[in-house]
């Protein structure tokens, strides 16, 4: 019998054969994987190979809760989506957040693993023991929030939906999931959506209302309540700006992403678009959540587009740098326009803002014409061409079917100087933070599991303001240093892969869901007795685990590097430091036991459990 937390049951459907196997999940499994990514990468790695065609029926799509979904603990109903990547062809996980994570684990589930295509679109209804696969024929080229609706109307208001739009149905390469209709919370980066739509698979809809077990619960109570408070007090910003509250910090010290990761300043611009710039003009509520009580995301009246004068799901500052400033666009009312439409394509807003700047500046160099655009003038700061492109992307319509297939191949496609300003890592986009602003996250982009990642190690905000007493940083790192960075990266990268398990939302961490509360609420839920070392132990092994898988598919320390203008052009403003990767890299090896190619030593796979 497996722990408390645990539902106890993975759910498979082969969609090729319309076939339904219930699983039981196994205690020595989750014991050394918890759940989340950490038990996704487990399967994927055994039922997938470097031979799997991202979008092909072989591939997996796995949806994946962790032990604290589905109890109290802040932030906590949040699911992982985890594949092979379409975009980068090596390992996927997409975090999302929303409603949708408690309600598939209330059925009675762990995870959800998809496997084959189907014949015809269909859409999955999960009702705690009834599993059915359902036409989707009628929802198949809706966006995401038309096909919630239907859903919500035809299964209650109860359900919750999870679905792709014509993004994924046109298999564009970054293409994500929806949650929670026009709040538009997504599984948004890697393609994931595009291997949903490879498997003519629309929606997920659950409506489970199962009980998650405590194994002790007065102690789980206690924890609770002692964190409120912290909880309440250490993210107001977060609460009051949204994540664009320092959107304007970013700028001065370097991090935002202006113009194609080119120019060094752009101060009128931050202003014009920031957290409070938006508070004081279109902000029209806040949204949480599920156990959420930051309330982060944004509500937002529309002031431009079909929208006009109606409530929208807000940007957020990732949106907000890559379809803002770095197309050098300062029109908020537009970029929440843009906003809207990726998450009713199902697009990612962060890959979907790099490749228009990277076409605007292949335009601004020669590289596209008009010609190709069809006459969109795809200069800098023209939010109607923003606009325009991102509809010719969600339906592959001229210059947007080569910009689908995501900045790497659009480069290599244009040819001569585009490959010198195509910034990604291992064929995914940046999000929108400048690795020469902190150094740190040089080094977290280049060995991300999944290419270029600000959420893999989470180290930029701990170079910028933030301290992890607990984790044996007391005081913020100088950002500009590489002194120590190597152990900082994998230790965060080590903590991330258990908050990606568990799983909480990394946000909690300013509210005191550090280490020690985390583990204690793990052994509490669980029953489990496990320390702060092996509790770290289990987050090195999943990211050793998903290293492995990219091995297989050829990733190396060729792999594990940036972009030609991140390593070489000080664009100046806030900083003019450039990473000193190569450095970094061979500590952060020695440190990680892997060997001078990246690969993990035999040691160190038996020290793992991973031999």
């Known amino acids: 019998m497996v722990a408390k937390g645990y539902m106890g049951k993975i759910l498979r459907v082969d969609l090729s054969r319309r076939k339904v196997i219930i699983e039981d999940t196994e205690e020595e499994q989750v014991k050394k994987y918890i759940g989340g990514s950490g038990l996704g990468a487990k399967i994927l790695f055994e039922k997938t190979s470097e031979r799997t065609n991202p979008l092909g029926s072989e591939n997996l799509l796995i949806f994946a809760v962790g032990p604290l979904t589905g109890t109290r603990v802040f932030s906590s109903d949040r699911f992982e989506v985890i594949g092979k990547s379409p975009a980068t062809g090596i390992y996927c996980q997409a975090n999302c957040g929303g409603h949708w994570g408690e309600k598939f684990k209330r059925c009675g589930y762990d995870a959800l693993v998809i496997q084959g295509t189907a014949g015809a679109p269909v859409y999955l209804y999960i009702d705690e023991d009834q599993v059915q696969i359902k036409d989707a024929f009628p929802l198949w080229g809706k966006d995401t929030f038309e096909a919630t609706k239907i859903l919500k109307e035809e299964r209650g208001e109860s359900a919750q939906v999870a679905a792709i739009g014509e993004a994924g149905e046109n298999l564009v390469k970054f293409a994500a999931i929806i949650t929670d209709g026009e709040h538009g919370r997504a599984a948004g980066r890697g393609g994931l959506g595009a291997v949903m739509g490879s498997k003519k698979l629309k929606a997920i809809v659950v409506n489970g209302k199962k009980k998650v077990g405590i194994a002790h619960e007065e102690k789980f109570n206690n924890l609770w309540k002692k964190i409120v408070p912290t909880m309440k007090t250490g993210p107001q910003g977060l609460a009051q700006f949204g994540t664009s509250g320092g959107l304007v910090l970013c700028e001065n010290i370097g991090d935002l992403p202006i113009k194609n990761?080119?120019?060094?300043?752009w101060e009128e611009g931050a202003e014009k678009i920031c957290g409070p710039t938006m508070a004081e003009t279109i902000l029209a509520g806040r949204y949480a959540c599920g156990r959420c009580i930051i309330g982060c995301g944004r509500v937002v009246k529309a002031i431009t587009g079909p929208d006009k004068g109606t409530k929208i799901g807000g940007p957020e500052y990732e949106t907000l740098g890559m379809l803002g400033s770095n197309c050098l666009i300062d029109n908020l009312p537009?970029?929440?326009?843009?906003?809207?439409?990726c998450n009713r394509y199902g697009l990612d807003t962060i890959?979907?803002?790099?490749v228009i700047s990277f076409a605007m500046e292949a335009y601004d160099r020669g590289l596209v014409t008009e010609k190709d655009t069809e006459g969109i003038a795809l200069r800098w700061g023209n939010s109607s061409a923003l606009i325009e492109m991102i509809h010719r992307i969600a339906h592959r319509q001229g210059l947007g079917k080569l910009l689908g297939e995501g900045v790497k191949r659009a480069a290599e496609e244009i040819g001569g100087d585009a490959l010198e300003f195509a910034i990604h890592v291992k064929g995914l986009e940046f999000p929108a933070h400048d690795p020469r602003a902190a150094l740190a996250t040089a080094l977290a982009y280049a060995t991300s599991e999944r290419g270029a990642c600000h959420l893999s190690a989470f180290t930029h905000d701990f170079e910028i303001g933030a301290s992890l007493p607990d984790l044996g940083y007391p005081e913020?790192?100088?950002?500009s240093a590489t002194e120590g960075k190597a152990e900082f990266v994998a230790k965060m990268q080590n903590l991330m892969s258990m908050f990606d398990s568990l799983i909480v939302c990394k946000f909690t961490l300013f509210g005191g869901v550090t280490v020690g509360p985390l583990k204690d609420f793990l052994n509490y839920v669980t029953g489990w007795d496990i320390d702060t070392g092996e509790f770290l132990k289990i987050g090195e092994r999943i990211f050793n685990l998903k290293r492995l898988y990219n091995i297989r598919c050829g990733i190396s320390r060729k792999d594990d590097t940036l972009p030609p203008r991140i390593l070489t052009?000080?664009?100046?403003?806030?900083?003019?430091?450039?990473?000193f990767l190569n450095l970094m890299l061979n500590e952060y090896y020695q440190y990680r036991g892997w060997d001078e190619f990246g690969v993990p030593t035999k040691e160190k796979l038996e020290e793992l459990g991973l031999a």
């Open 334 to 341: 537009a970029i929440a326009e843009a906003n809207e439409l």
């Open 261 to 265: 990761w080119y120019q060094g300043k």
């Open 476 to 479: 913020t790192l100088d950002r």
């Open 351 to 354: 890959s979907t803002g790099a």
């Open 569 to 579: 052009h000080k664009r100046g403003g806030g900083t003019n430091v450039l990473p």
